[in-house]
């Protein structure tokens, strides 16, 4: 199985909402992020691609390491992705912009519907809603 390494942020407002995004021709929710290019650490890859795709600028002090998860793609067959996942706490607007189609900011009662990817049913959403509080 191939491996795709990326940075993903759990972008959290102050009511424990988190926001999802679905790429342009795909179904499948999941956090904001990408691929950490040859060279780039894996907090300089997310700045980039939160301010890629949602015009958000972060300091790097605001983002947490919550640690590294791996899951079946999302959009790729026979692929896994190696996330390097970041909580960041922000009621900043945002912009949906790039390669993102939609963006939703959810609670947990808000998800039964949804089209979740593997990485943010499986581990991301668990652990960042548990921590709503904190």
Do not use: C, Y
Request: hydrophobic share 45%; glycine share 6%; charged share 25%.
């Amino acid at each position: 199985m191939k491996e795709i390494h990326i940075a993903a942020a759990a972008l959290m407002r102050d009511d424990g909402a988190n926001l999802l995004v679905r790429k342009r021709g795909t179904h499948a929710f999941m956090q904001p992020g990408g691929k950490i290019d040859h060279g780039e650490t894996p907090l300089v890859a997310l700045r980039r691609e939160l301010h890629e795709e949602l015009g958000l600028e972060i300091h790097p002090a605001e983002a947490q390491h919550l640690g590294r998860f791996t899951a079946p793609a999302a959009n790729e067959t026979d692929h896994q992705v190696i996330a390097e996942v970041f909580l960041v706490r922000t009621n900043k607007p945002i912009k949906v912009q790039a390669e993102i189609e939609e963006a939703k900011w959810v609670l947990p009662s808000g998800i039964d519907q949804m089209t979740l990817a593997p990485l943010t049913r499986h581990h991301v959403l668990p652990l960042v809603w548990a921590r709503r509080e904190t």
